[in-house]
Every structure is written in C-alpha cells, then in structure tokens.
Antibody, heavy 122, light 107 residues
Framework: QVQLQQSGPGLVKPSQTLSLTCAISGDSVSSTSVAWNWIRQSPSGGLEWLGR?????????DYAVSVIGRITINPDTSKNQFSLQLNSVTPEDTAFYFC????????????WGQGTLVTVSS | DIQMTQSPSSLSASVGDRVTITCRAS??????LAWFQQKPGKVPKLLIY???TLQSGVPSRFSGSGSGTDFTLTISSLQPEDVATYSCQKYDSAPWTFGQGTKVEIK
C-alpha cells in the first residue's frame, strides 16, 4: 500500500519560497501509470489543485493557472520523492498543503500525504 | 477551465435522514467525477469515483449518480460518523478542479 510522507517548514516569510517534499513508499515516482500532485486548502476554504508531475517516457508537468510562474514541482528518482516550490509567497498562500497520487482518468486522488500547515508571516 | 459548483454549501440533518448533495460542471465531463469526504482535522478520503463507483471500504449507504454535467452524492441514512465536508472533483483532463465543498452536520 502506498504511503506519502510530507516534510518541510511550517512557517515561511512573505516574498520567500515555500518548499515541501513528499516521500513515496509502496510505489515509484517514475511509475508510468500514476501522477504526483500537490493540493492545498486554505484554513476556511475548499481544496485547490496546484499541479502535478508524471513520467511517460519523459517527465511532464501540469500547473494550475493561479500559480503558474511561481510553482515548480520536481521529481527526485534517487530518493523516490517529489517536491513543491512556490516562490514569492504572500499571506494568501497560507494553507494546508497535501501531496497526493492520481491514476489519471482511471482513478483520482486515492492516496494522500498527511498534510502540512504552512503559514506565511513575518 | 471547467468550473465545479456544489450545493448546498452546508446542511443540517437528523440521524437516519436521507441526504443529497449536488455538483454541477460548467461543461460535460462524462462520468469523470469523484467525491471526497474530509472529516475535521483529517486528510480527504476518496469515497466515489467514476460518478457512481464506491471506493473499497466505503459504506454502502453512500451512493453517487450522474453523467455529463450534473451529479449527485446521496447518503441513504445519515450517521453521526458522516459529519464531514464533502467535495466533488472532476478528473477528465487537467486542470483538476474541486467543488467548494458541502459541510454536513447533525441536527
């Protein structure tokens, strides 16, 4: 059974970069049948998909329009994990951040990380 | 991008009641619709995918229906452990989009 373990700081200063990592066990970041996602949820809001990476002979990336230009998702095959970097953060980026696996149009987010509350504050 | 609209945003019902939540897509998404349950302080849990297929381990009092643009999640007999926020999500093609969520409480 796949498990996703998130790590990263819970406090980031405005204008700096938010960085989180999601370590995968029970599956491979290079699997050709899944994708690896980042999703966030503001303290009183709904779920917002941020982006994903997946491998199909080469690496692909999809990002939400709301964060394009600020977001990077990187796979790390040596450590079987993937990361999120969100640049130039503001207090509006304060949220719970989740990593999650999907199987494309066959099965949506069936495994989730434990979530990380990231607060943007000076 | 396709927008997902849920209604109601919240509801309060008695134990044993039948509860219905609707989700509408701004364009057709075939049956590529999932429902998630998120209990307070917990990670979202996949309940239903392909509009009507129950994920393994989900109680049979949960059911889903719909295709195209209009979808429904039904709890046939509300239980205290069903207190949660329920969100729909379309997954026909990226970008993945969630509805705004429906908070279900016990009256």
């Amino acid at each position: 059974q796949v498990q996703l373990q998130q790590s990263g700081p819970g406090l980031v200063k405005p204008s700096q970069t938010l960085s989180l990592t999601c370590a995968i066990s029970g599956d491979s970041v290079s699997s050709t049948s899944v994708a690896w996602n980042w999703i966030r949820q503001s303290p009183s809001g709904g779920l917002e998909w941020l982006g994903r990476t997946f491998y199909r002979s080469k690496w692909y990336y999809d990002y939400a329009v709301s964060v394009i230009g600020r977001i990077t998702i990187n796979p790390d095959t040596s450590k079987n994990q993937f990361s999120l970097q969100l640049n130039s953060v503001t207090p509006e980026d304060t949220a719970f951040y989740f990593c999650a696996r999907d199987r494309g149009s066959f099965l949506p987010f069936d495994s989730w990380g434990q979530g990380t509350l990231v607060t943007v504050s000076s | 991008d396709i927008q997902m609209t849920q209604s109601p945003s919240s509801l309060s019902a008695s134990v044993g009641d039948r509860v219905t939540i609707t989700c509408r897509a701004s364009q057709g998404i075939s049956n590529k619709l999932a429902w998630f349950q998120q209990k307070p302080g917990k990670v979202p849990k996949l309940l239903i995918y392909a509009a009507s297929t129950l994920q393994s381990g989900v109680p049979s009092r949960f059911s889903g229906s719909g295709s195209g643009t209009d979808f429904t999640l039904t709890i046939s007999s509300l239980q205290p452990e069903d207190v949660a926020t329920y969100s729909c999500q379309k997954y026909d093609s990226a970008p993945w989009t969630f509805g705004q969520g429906t908070k279900v409480e016990i009256k």
